[in-house]
C-alpha cells in the first residue's frame, strides 16, 4: 500500500563534484535533503539546483553561526529550498534561537535539539517544528505522544531516521500520515539491507502487506 506522503533522500557531504554525482546517481527522486556545514554552502545548493527542480530541504548539522543562518535561509529560499534542520548547535543561546525563529526567511526544523518528549515543549516557541527519530526517543509509542504534542503546539511534523534496515525504515512508516515531512532513506543508504520491509521507491512509502510494521529479516541461503 502506497502512503501520500513522500520520503526525501539525503546527499551526505562531500565535494560539490561528488554531491553533484550522488544527486544523479539518485536521480527522480522529487525530495532531495542535502547535508551542509561546510564553508561552501551556497555554491553546493546552487550547483545541485542547475541540476534539477526537485524539492530541496537542507540539513545544516548544527554548523552554523546566528549571522549565517539569518542570511543563508534569505539565499537558500532564492534556490527553493523547502526548510533548514538544526541550523544552530544545541549549545546556542535561547536569544539566538529565537532571533533566528523571527528572522529566518524559511522554517527551521529541530534535530539534535529534540530528542526526547521533554524537548518538543522547549523547540515550540524557537523552532517551525520538530523531527522525531524512533532509535533517539525510545520507540514508536513516544514518538506517537511527540508529534502529536507538536501538532497541539502548530508545529511542522517530520520523522527521520539514521542509516538503517528495513525493520526501523518499517516501524517509522507507520506514522506517515502524522507527517508534514518524512526522510526514510537509511535503508536506501546501505550497500545491503538485511531485512525486508516497507519499500521506498524513489521517495514513495510502499508499505508491507505482512502483519505488524510489515518488516522482518532476510532468510539466509
Same mark, same amino acid.
Given at each position: 500500500?502506497?502512503?501520500?506522503?513522500? /520520503?526525501?533522500?539525503?546527499?551526505? #557531504?562531500?565535494? #560539490?563534484?561528488?554531491?553533484?554525482?550522488?544527486?544523479?546517481?539518485?536521480?527522480?527522486?522529487?525530495?532531495?535533503?542535502?547535508?551542509?556545514?561546510? =564553508?561552501?554552502?551556497?555554491?553546493?545548493?546552487?550547483?545541485?539546483?542547475?541540476?534539477? /527542480?526537485?524539492?530541496?530541504?537542507?540539513?545544516?548539522? +548544527?554548523?552554523?553561526?546566528?549571522?549565517?543562518?539569518?542570511?543563508? /535561509?534569505?539565499?537558500?529560499?532564492?534556490?527553493?529550498?523547502? $526548510?533548514?534542520?538544526? !541550523?544552530? =548547535? =544545541?549549545?546556542?543561546?535561547?536569544?539566538?534561537?529565537?532571533?533566528? $525563529?523571527?528572522?529566518?526567511?524559511?522554517?527551521?526544523? @529541530?534535530?539534535?535539539?529534540?530528542?526526547?518528549?521533554?524537548?518538543? *515543549?522547549?523547540?515550540? *516557541?524557537?523552532?517551525?517544528?520538530?523531527?522525531?527519530?524512533?532509535?533517539? +526517543?525510545?520507540?514508536?509509542? =513516544?514518538?506517537?505522544?511527540?508529534?502529536?504534542? @507538536?501538532?497541539?503546539?502548530?508545529?511542522?511534523?517530520?520523522?527521520? +531516521?539514521?542509516?538503517? /534496515?528495513?525493520?526501523?525504515?518499517?516501524?517509522?512508516?507507520?506514522?506517515? !500520515?502524522?507527517?508534514?515531512?518524512?526522510? $526514510?532513506?537509511?535503508?536506501?543508504?546501505?550497500?545491503?539491507? !538485511?531485512?525486508?520491509?516497507?519499500?521506498?521507491?524513489?521517495?514513495?512509502?510502499?508499505?508491507?502487506?505482512?502483519?505488524?510494521?510489515?518488516?522482518?529479516?532476510?532468510?539466509? !541461503?
Amino acid at each position: 500500500m502506497e502512503q501520500g506522503t513522500q /520520503s526525501s533522500f539525503t546527499i551526505g #557531504i562531500d565535494t #560539490i563534484e561528488q554531491m553533484v554525482a550522488k544527486l544523479a546517481e539518485q536521480s527522480g527522486w522529487d525530495l532531495y535533503k542535502i547535508k551542509l556545514g561546510t =564553508p561552501r554552502d551556497l555554491e553546493i545548493v546552487a550547483a545541485l539546483r542547475q541540476r534539477t /527542480s526537485a524539492t530541496f530541504r537542507v540539513d545544516a548539522n +548544527c554548523g552554523w553561526s546566528i549571522e549565517q543562518a539569518i542570511a543563508n /535561509s534569505h539565499e537558500l529560499a532564492k534556490l527553493d529550498v523547502e $526548510f533548514i534542520e538544526q !541550523p544552530l =548547535p =544545541p549549545e546556542a543561546s535561547a536569544a539566538d534561537r529565537q532571533r533566528l $525563529f523571527r528572522e529566518s526567511a524559511l522554517p527551521v526544523m @529541530a534535530d539534535e535539539d529534540c530528542q526526547v518528549e521533554a524537548d518538543v *515543549e522547549k523547540c515550540a *516557541e524557537c523552532f517551525h517544528g520538530v523531527n522525531v527519530k524512533l532509535c533517539k +526517543c525510545g520507540g514508536l509509542t =513516544p514518538a506517537l505522544r511527540m508529534l502529536r504534542r @507538536a501538532r497541539e503546539l502548530n508545529m511542522r511534523t517530520m520523522v527521520g +531516521c539514521m542509516v538503517e /534496515s528495513s525493520i526501523g525504515i518499517s516501524a517509522a512508516a507507520q506514522l506517515a !500520515p502524522l507527517l508534514d515531512y518524512a526522510d $526514510f532513506d537509511g535503508a536506501v543508504l546501505l550497500q545491503e539491507d !538485511p531485512a525486508i520491509g516497507t519499500e521506498i521507491r524513489q521517495g514513495k512509502i510502499v508499505l508491507s502487506d505482512q502483519p505488524g510494521h510489515g518488516a522482518g529479516l532476510k532468510e539466509q !541461503p
